[in-house]
């Protein structure tokens, strides 16, 4: 490591402390398709004036910088990142409740909490709203940012506001209505937003439907998606008018393979790590899938996974 790395790594152990920032991490041990290469600089910051700090140290030195959550929803390149990834994800997921007025209650989120605990917490608290999210594997910094959602429900549905920092380090309270939020897209990610924290207002309800609902989406995720397989979720957007996963099962795609990537059989609309899957593999895969969908129905399927780092 030359003499101007040594110096930026220990102002980063001095910001975050020894043991929030590592070198050379494998990325594939932070995603959940569980393939990617090193990043040069990886940070876990447990404080929002660490992630601050961190922030401003990378601008500063000219280092690129990529926020992450758990993972989810993320390909990352065979040949890693350059420049230092910032993880707000279990050191950063405190969860805490306000109670309002005329039957709600507010749910305060860190933006490293998984979206699944949030909505197993309002659950206990027979609190309705976030049923939606049982067994989506998001954070919920991610899920604001994307607007995610499945099953008839979205984030905008109970998003009242987020805390959010702009990448000159500057911090911003943000409303619902000004977010922007649309299908997958919002103005998080559109402006680079880094989200610190949400508030989700719900409303108070049976526990024992809350339940119900809550296991019957489960058992229908288990049923129809390839959970035994690592993987970053669907892989592709919904085209207007068509769904994806069936535009690659009737294009004849099904357990389609490049080496240990492949077309999941249960749902078509997710490409499976079967083993050791590379990102070349995935990309490989995807491309083909994309041609064949759009010579045989004249369909462009758009990648709804976010690709980062360098492909070789």
């Not at 043991?19 to 398709?33: G, N, Q």
């Not at 393939?35 to 660490?50: H, K, Q």
């Not at 039957?103 to 608290?125: F, I, M, S």
Request: aromatic share 6%; proline share 3%.
């Amino acid at each position: 490591m030359i003499a101007g790395q040594e110096e930026f790594l220990c102002k980063l152990k001095s910001a975050l402390g020894e043991d929030a920032v590592k070198t050379a991490e494998p990325m594939r041990e932070h995603t959940t398709f569980r393939i990617g290469g090193p990043a040069d600089y990886f940070l876990t910051p447990s404080r929002e004036e660490e992630i601050v700090q961190a922030v401003k140290l990378c601008r500063s030195e000219g280092i690129p910088l990529l926020m992450i959550g758990n993972g989810s929803n993320l390909l990352v390149g065979d040949g890693g990142i350059r420049g230092a990834v910032l993880q707000i994800y279990k050191n950063y997921s405190e969860i805490r409740w306000e109670e309002d007025t005329g039957g709600h209650a507010v749910l305060h989120a860190q933006a490293g909490a998984l979206l699944g605990a949030a909505a197993k917490e309002a659950a206990k608290r027979s609190l309705s709203g976030l049923e939606f999210a049982a067994g989506i594997p998001g954070s919920i910094g991610g899920a604001a940012a994307m607007n995610a959602g499945a099953y008839g429900g979205e984030m905008k549905d109970v998003l009242c506001s987020v805390r959010v920092m702009d990448e000159e380090g500057k911090i911003m309270d943000l409303s619902a209505k000004q977010l922007d939020l649309g299908y997958r897209s919002s103005r998080i990610q559109r402006e680079g937003l880094i989200v610190l924290e949400a508030r989700l207002r719900l409303q108070r309800g049976d526990k024992q439907a809350i339940d119900s609902r809550m296991q019957e989406l489960k058992e229908a995720r288990a049923s129809k998606q390839p959970l035994e397989y690592p993987s970053a979720g669907s892989t592709f957007k919904r085209p207007e008018g068509y769904f994806a996963g069936k535009l690659i099962m009737d294009a004849g795609l099904r357990g389609y393979r490049e080496g240990d990537a492949m077309v999941s059989v249960k749902h078509c609309g997710f490409i499976v790590n079967c083993g050791n899957a590379t990102a070349a593999q995935v990309m490989a895969v995807a491309g083909h899938v994309q041609d064949e969908v759009y010579r045989k129905f004249g369909v462009r399927l758009e990648m709804e996974v976010k690709r980062v780092g360098e492909f070789l």
